[in-house]
C-alpha cells in the first residue's frame, strides 16, 4: 500500500498541470483603500506650535491604515522665507512633513495661494517636493505630489502611482488664483466655458493614452469660500469629468465639508466613481474663537472636515472596477488647554474625554457640531 500511495503523487502533480488546479491560488480581484483629506493651512496658531506632530496623533491611525492618503497643502513651501499667514501663506518643510510622518504621501500643491511668494515660492515649493520625494523614495515610502512645472507652459503635469499592483494617474488643478503672475508654471484651469472644455478633451486623451486602474483629479474650484450650497453649473462640470474617463473628482477650497457623492452602475448595481465636492480643512487655524454660545454660526464650520475612506476592487477578469466600501470619517480642530491645535476625531469618545477633563463648554460644543456634520448629505446616483 505504501508504494502504491507514493507512486500516485507525481501522477496527481501531473494532473494538476494540465487541468489548471494550480491556477486557483491566483488572485481573482485586487483592492487599494484611497482616503482623502482636505485642506493643510498654516496660520499663525499652528506654525507657533512647538511640536507639529502632535497636530496628527488624533488620525494618525486611520491614515496609516489606507495605501494612499490625499492632502492639499495650502501655501507655498519656503524655507528661505519666513512662515506667513493670510492673506500672503508660506511654510516651512518642517510644517507639512509631519503631515508626511502621520501617513499622507499623496498632495496637491496648487491652489489659490500656490503664488503668494511670487515665482521664487513656486520653485522653492518645486524643489523641495523634489527633495522630499527623493528621500521617501529612498526608503521605499514613495510620495507623489502634483499642480506646478518645473517650467513655464510646460503641458498640464499628472503623475502616474503604482501602488499595491494599482495604476493609479493623479492631477491636480485649481480654477483660481489670488494673484495673475507665473501662471504658467502651475496647472491652472480658467472657470470659463472654453477653458473648460479644452480641459475636459485634455482629460479625456490623457485617460485614452494611459491605460490605468483609476484617475483622480483634485480640483481647488473657483466658487464662494464657507458655502455649502453647490451649483447646478459645478454638478455637471464634475459629472461630465466623470463621463469623459475619471473615477474620482476631489474638490477644495470653501473651508468647510461638503456633500459627497457616488456614482453607481445601474446594470450591475456597483457603486463605481466617486465626487468629493469639499472635505473641508484638515487643519487650520480659522475657528481661532470656536463660538460656544452659537454653535451654529456657519464660520465654525471652518473647524470641522472628513477624511472619506473609499476601498476600490477591480475584477482581474473582467477588469471591471467598483466600490466595496467606503467610510466618513469626522474631525474636528481642538484648541487644548496649551492653545495648540490639534486634530481629534469627531466622535462620541471624544465627547466624553471632554467632560471627563472638565472642560464642559468644548463638551457641549463639540456635541452640537457633531450633529451640524453629520448633516451633511451623501447621494447616490445611478447611471
Not at 507623489?144 to 499595491?164: H, M, Q, V, W
Not at 464662494?224 to 462640470?237: H, N
Not at 466613481?273 to 452659537?294: C, T, V
Request: hydrophobic letters at 35%; one cysteine or more.
Amino acid at each position: 500500500m505504501k508504494t502504491k500511495f507514493l507512486t500516485l503523487i507525481p501522477l496527481f502533480c501531473i494532473c494538476a498541470l494540465f487541468t489548471g488546479c494550480a491556477s486557483l491560488h491566483e488572485p481573482e480581484t485586487k483592492q487599494i483603500k484611497l482616503l482623502f483629506g482636505g485642506d493643510i493651512m498654516a496660520h499663525k496658531p499652528n506654525f507657533n506650535m512647538k511640536n507639529y506632530s502632535k497636530i496628527w496623533d488624533g488620525i494618525r491611525t486611520i491614515v496609516q491604515e489606507s495605501d494612499l492618503a490625499f492632502a492639499n497643502i495650502e501655501a507655498p513651501v519656503a524655507d528661505s522665507l519666513p512662515y506667513s499667514s493670510y492673506p500672503n501663506f508660506n511654510m516651512h518643510g518642517e510644517y507639512p512633513e509631519q503631515a508626511i510622518e502621520a501617513g499622507f504621501n499623496v498632495f496637491s500643491l496648487i491652489n489659490n495661494h500656490s503664488n503668494d511668494q511670487g515665482l521664487g515660492g513656486i520653485q522653492e515649493t518645486y524643489e523641495w517636493s523634489e527633495k522630499i520625494e527623493k528621500k521617501y523614495a529612498e526608503a521605499g515610502n514613495p510620495l507623489y505630489f502634483s499642480g506646478l512645472k518645473k517650467e513655464p507652459d510646460a503641458p498640464l503635469e499628472c503623475r502616474t502611482i503604482d501602488k499595491n499592483g494599482w495604476k493609479i494617474l493623479f492631477c491636480a488643478v485649481t480654477e483660481i488664483l489670488n494673484r495673475p503672475d507665473y501662471r504658467t508654471y502651475l496647472n491652472y484651469v480658467a472657470s470659463t466655458k472654453k477653458s473648460r472644455e479644452a480641459f475636459i478633451e485634455k482629460i479625456r486623451k490623457f485617460r485614452e493614452e494611459n491605460p490605468c486602474d483609476l484617475f483622480i483629479i483634485s480640483i481647488h474650484s473657483d466658487e464662494p469660500e464657507y458655502i455649502s450650497e453647490i451649483s447646478e453649473d459645478r454638478r455637471r462640470f464634475y459629472h461630465t469629468l466623470v463621463e469623459k474617463g475619471v473615477d474620482v473628482v476631489w474638490a477644495n477650497h470653501p473651508h468647510i465639508p461638503r456633500e459627497k457623492e457616488f456614482i453607481g452602475n445601474k446594470a450591475t448595481q456597483w457603486l463605481e466613481k466617486a465626487i468629493i465636492y469639499g472635505n473641508g480643512n484638515l487643519i487650520s487655524g480659522q475657528r481661532w474663537e470656536p463660538d460656544f454660545d452659537n454653535p451654529e454660526n456657519p464660520r465654525d464650520d471652518t473647524g470641522d472636515g472628513y477624511l472619506l475612506e473609499v476601498t476600490f476592487e477591480k475584477d482581474l477578469k473582467t477588469d471591471q472596477t467598483r466600490i466595496v466600501e467606503h467610510k466618513t470619517h469626522y474631525i474636528t480642530t481642538y484648541i487644548n488647554s496649551n492653545w495648540e491645535f490639534i486634530i481629534k476625531k469627531l466622535d462620541d469618545e471624544f465627547i466624553q474625554y471632554l467632560a471627563e477633563n472638565k472642560r464642559q463648554k468644548w463638551s457641549r460644543y463639540i456635541q452640537h457640531r457633531k450633529k451640524i456634520t453629520e448633516r451633511i448629505k451623501e447621494n447616490i446616483t445611478w447611471q
